[in-house]
């Protein structure tokens, strides 16, 4: 794959080698996600060797090469001049050495080099000492890495939560001192990154180097408000609101749903600004209507981080109902079989479950479903319609705002286990509606 891309060039007399990611991760025992060649051809001389190629940042000097379904980047060897949107070079010069190339890369060990036939590695940055060392070290200057590219800062975060390693002390003073300028950078890249350190199984490492480097006061000032928060120790032993919500974000796996992963984050996202205290409400810690300030809350967040609909209606759904949990024992059946029929239940029921554990640790609800919903066949849960509009018309019904009164109830008569037949539905509808439709008609 990206061997033998290496190969053709260097048989058609260009340098080429494996650089960045794939080196770091190689070198780290670990699977490359995707690997990048680096090579002294122009974009056009690798244009012509591989007809496949896709030109996708050509004026940075990047040549897409798609192979056995992965796609592997070709670059051109350069240094980058100015950076005046803060996240790309305003131009790109070529240069005839690989040395030159990795000095305008962000951290060292995002910087090395290997030889893809002999797997010899080239490390022009020390890059090989601070993986050894567990470091994230910018390349040359913090303060000029970050200025050039203020994603960046995200990005060193991302790479010490994931690999547990620490920032290095220049490099987090630089993060601190650049902090601010986070915000030149796009909403769905900040999206997209924050994503990335939810979902790769070091959520709880990530958002404790967020508050570390300053990051979350600007990129989500609303979880920052949570420390400090108490919350009553009968229901959270743990302590306030911020350590609850560390303790669940550290059970969430990598590859855990990114709906869920920020439904996780924002369900007590409400708690901040509705805390009363003990001596407030003459018993105990509340947070009364912490639900419905939080989904308003979690709506402006995704509205602000542009988040699609679809992922919006469903983080929002995870917010608006994380505390109905509490009283589905109690439920009527028919209250209980649409609870369990939202869409993507199951990242409900995950979200109540890492509550629990991250809290009073009892799991009776979150059993009480599971059982329920092994035990009752989707049929039950989902019973297909008795009647229509068009047979409540047949009826003697007239079409009008009472249709949806009649078809509400009778599902709830069905879920309730009441109902079962046709037969049964429209004695079921005459019985409850006769009466109504009489005295519409008569009207």
């Known amino acids: 794959m990206a061997n033998s891309i290496c190969e053709t060039l260097r048989r058609n007399g260009y340098q080429a080698l494996l650089v960045g990611g794939c080196v770091r991760d190689l070198l780290l025992r670990r699977e490359p996600a995707d690997?990048?060649?680096?090579?002294?051809?122009?974009?056009?001389?690798?244009?012509?060797?591989?007809?496949?190629?896709?030109?996708?940042?050509?004026?940075?000097?990047?040549?897409?090469?798609?192979?056995?379904?992965?796609?592997?980047?070709?670059?051109?060897?350069?240094?980058?001049?100015?950076?005046?949107?803060?996240?790309?070079?305003?131009?790109?010069?070529?240069?005839?050495?690989?040395?030159?190339?990795?000095q305008r890369r962000d951290f060292t060990i995002n910087g090395l080099l290997m030889r893809h036939d002999t797997g010899e590695v080239l490390d022009y940055v020390g890059g090989q000492a601070d993986l050894e060392a567990k470091l994230i070290r910018a390349i040359g200057e913090p303060d000029r890495r970050f200025t050039e590219d203020k994603l960046r800062m995200m990005r060193a975060v991302r790479f010490a939560a994931r690999f547990g390693f620490e920032i290095e002390a220049a490099t987090l003073r630089a993060i601190r001192r650049h902090v601010a300028e986070i915000h030149q950078v796009s909403p769905e890249r900040l999206r997209e990154e924050l994503t990335k350190l939810l979902?790769?199984?070091?959520?709880?490492?990530?958002?404790?180097?967020?508050?570390?480097?300053?990051?979350?006061?600007?990129?989500?000032?609303?979880?920052?408000?949570?420390?400090?928060?108490?919350?009553?120790?009968?229901?959270?032993?743990?302590?306030?609101?911020?350590?609850?919500?560390?303790?669940?974000?550290?059970?969430?796996?990598?590859?855990?749903?990114?709906?869920?992963?920020?439904?996780?984050?924002?369900?007590?996202?409400?708690?901040?600004?509705?805390?009363?205290?003990?001596?407030?409400?003459?018993?105990?810690?509340?947070?009364?209507?912490?639900?419905?300030?939080?989904?308003?809350?979690?709506?402006?967040?995704?509205?602000?981080?542009?988040?699609?609909?679809?992922?919006?209606?469903?983080?929002?759904?995870?917010?608006?109902?994380?505390?109905k949990f509490g009283a589905v024992e109690e439920m009527r059946a028919a209250t209980l079989k649409k609870f369990v029929r939202l869409p993507r239940f199951e990242e409900h029921l995950a979200l109540h479950r890492l509550d629990c554990l991250s809290s009073h640790r009892h799991l009776e609800s979150y059993e009480f479903v599971k059982r329920f919903l092994e035990r009752t066949p989707p049929e039950q849960v989902r019973p297909e319609r008795l009647l229509t509009g068009d047979d409540l018309q047949a009826m003697g019904f007239k079409p009008g705002p009472l249709f949806a009164e009649i078809l509400r109830s009778l599902e709830d008569a069905q879920l309730e286990g009441q109902v079962r037949t046709r037969e049964e539905a429209e004695s079921y509808v005459k019985k409850s509606f006769g009466a109504k439709q009489r005295r519409a008609s008569s009207d």
Request: aromatic letters at 8%.
């Open 35 to 102: 690997y990048d060649v680096t090579t002294d051809a122009t974009p056009e001389h690798v244009v012509k060797l591989f007809p496949e190629s896709v030109t996708v940042g050509a004026q940075f000097g990047v040549i897409l090469i798609p192979r056995d379904g992965l796609k592997v980047e070709v670059a051109t060897f350069r240094s980058d001049v100015g950076y005046s949107d803060g996240r790309h070079p305003d131009r790109v010069v070529y240069s005839k050495t690989a040395q030159e190339d990795v």
């Open 199 to 323: 979902t790769e199984g070091a959520a709880r490492r990530a958002f404790e180097l967020l508050d570390e480097t300053w990051l979350l006061q600007q990129v989500l000032p609303e979880i920052g408000a949570m420390k400090g928060v108490e919350q009553p120790p009968q229901y959270h032993p743990e302590g306030d609101v911020w350590i609850h919500t560390r303790l669940m974000l550290e059970g969430l796996p990598a590859g855990a749903s990114p709906t869920l992963a920020w439904g996780v984050l924002l369900h007590d996202v409400g708690k901040p600004p509705t805390f009363q205290s003990a001596e407030q409400t003459g018993d105990r810690i509340r947070f009364n209507d912490h639900v419905e300030v939080g989904v308003r809350m979690a709506e402006a967040i995704c509205k602000r981080l542009r988040f699609s609909n679809e992922d919006t209606v469903q983080i929002l759904a995870l917010v608006n109902n994380h505390m």
